[in-house]
């Protein structure tokens, strides 16, 4: 009885299948796995760049954007002008006329002041518009600590030392020169930027500030 069981635990069942059967059959499941993982690459690519790119959007709503490293500076660059980017060749000097100009302070207060209308951004000045590092040398500034307060001047002037809270700004160093960088919050008051007898009210129109008529403050203002 003992060699009748031994026996019975020692049988079982056997298929038999041709050789080159077997090899056909892992060769169509190796090839399977191929497409699958091309997809779980692109499924992650994919993923990576929308984080990149929320990352992106989200260093120029806050002042991380004044400690990042010159590499992620240099690559926020190349990314362009958007609605939250905003470049500026320099902040007081007329490049055409070679001279300084309150026009060319205007146009970089009217950007900031438009960032704190809408939902923030930055402005980076010494920054051509096709992303060329200019450095802010060419504004003929002695040195950064009068460049930093002639910006501070300008703000007070013509938009209020009371919206101070709302921005961030510093000299960053890049590819061996300055640029200057100003990063703003939405503000919970509406800023107008004040010159001679004027207030005008700017807000962000993609990636360029526009100019809103009185009618049109009033119904901004009520949607805000």
Same mark, same amino acid.
């Given at each position: 009885?003992?060699? $009748?069981?031994?026996?019975?635990?020692?049988?079982?069942?056997? &298929?038999?299948?041709?050789?080159?059967?077997?090899?056909?059959?892992?060769? !169509?499941?190796?090839? $399977?796995? &191929?497409?699958? +993982?091309?997809?779980?690459?692109?499924? +992650? /690519?994919?993923?990576?760049?929308?984080?990149?790119?929320?990352?992106?959007?989200?260093?120029?709503?806050?002042?991380?954007? $004044?400690?990042?490293?010159?590499?992620?500076?240099?690559?926020?660059?190349?990314? %362009?002008?958007? #609605?939250?980017?905003?470049?500026?060749?320099?902040?007081?000097? !007329?490049?055409?006329?070679?001279?300084?100009?309150?026009?060319?302070?205007?146009?970089?207060?009217?950007?900031?002041?438009? *960032?704190?209308?809408?939902?923030?951004?930055?402005?980076?000045?010494?920054? +051509?518009?096709?992303?060329?590092?200019?450095?802010?040398?060419?504004?003929?500034?002695? !040195? #950064?600590?009068? /460049?930093?307060?002639? /910006?501070? %001047? $300008?703000?007070?002037?013509? &938009?209020?030392?009371?919206? &101070?809270?709302?921005?961030?700004? +510093?000299?960053?160093?890049?590819?061996?020169?300055?640029? *200057?960088?100003?990063?703003?919050?939405?503000?919970?008051?509406?800023?107008?930027?004040?010159?001679?007898?004027?207030?005008? /009210?700017?807000?962000?129109?993609?990636?360029?500030?526009?100019?809103?008529?009185?009618?049109?403050?009033?119904?901004?203002?009520?949607?805000?």
């Amino acid at each position: 009885m003992q060699g $009748l069981e031994e026996g019975a635990k020692g049988d079982g069942i056997g &298929i038999l299948v041709p050789e080159d059967d077997l090899i056909s059959r892992q060769k !169509n499941e190796r090839y $399977l796995y &191929i497409p699958t +993982a091309l997809v779980v690459f692109w499924v +992650a /690519f994919l993923f990576f760049l929308r984080s990149y790119y929320r990352k992106s959007k989200e260093l120029t709503r806050q002042g991380d954007l $004044l400690q990042i490293p010159e590499e992620d500076l240099s690559r926020l660059i190349a990314e %362009g002008e958007s #609605d939250r980017l905003e470049f500026k060749s320099t902040l007081r000097w !007329n490049l055409k006329t070679d001279r300084a100009g309150k026009e060319i302070e205007l146009a970089a207060l009217k950007t900031i002041a438009a *960032f704190m209308n809408s939902d923030g951004g930055a402005l980076m000045v010494g920054v +051509a518009d096709d992303g060329k590092i200019l450095g802010i040398d060419t504004d003929r500034l002695e !040195n #950064d600590d009068k /460049f930093l307060r002639h /910006f501070s %001047g $300008l703000f007070n002037q013509h &938009i209020g030392l009371e919206f &101070i809270d709302y921005i961030d700004f +510093a000299i960053k160093s890049i590819k061996d020169k300055q640029i *200057f960088v100003v990063t703003c919050r939405k503000s919970p008051q509406p800023v107008f930027l004040r010159h001679k007898k004027d207030e005008n /009210f700017f807000v962000r129109s993609g990636p360029s500030s526009r100019q809103l008529t009185t009618s049109q403050v009033i119904e901004y203002l009520k949607d805000r």
